[in-house]
């Protein structure tokens, strides 16, 4: 029971740690890319940080989008209450919001100021 207990709440709260990990991955690129000149070379218009975080932003969604999309099938094949889905989507879409919004001052501002 204890192992079931620790994945469902690993399900739960999936969408709030990607977007965790994803606003700590834009700092730490962010840093690099102010402390080192090679991430700041321009590629389609944006510094390659910029790309970087990006890349880092659509698979954060992905990962929200496939923890969600488990979580899902999950409920059906164990017949565990359907809350437990639409909790998991909600803080997914939640985080995913979040993260779009942690995303466009990419296209906005430059990265050091």
Known sequence: MRTR???ELLYLIAGPLIWLAHFLFIYIVN??????SA?????L???VSS???VAGSAAALAGMALAAWRQRARVRAQGSPPFHAWLCA???W?????VVWETLPVFLMAACL
Do not use: D, K, M
């Not at 991430?39 to 590629?43: F, P, Q, S």
């Not at 939640?94 to 979040?98: D, E, F, P, Q």
């Open 5 to 7: 207990f620790s994945v």
């Open 31 to 36: 840093a690099l890319a102010c402390a080192r």
């Open 39 to 43: 991430l700041t070379g321009l590629w």
């Open 45 to 47: 218009g944006l510094p």
């Open 51 to 53: 790309w970087i975080i």
């Open 90 to 92: 909600a803080l997914c």
């Open 94 to 98: 939640l985080s995913a919001v979040a």
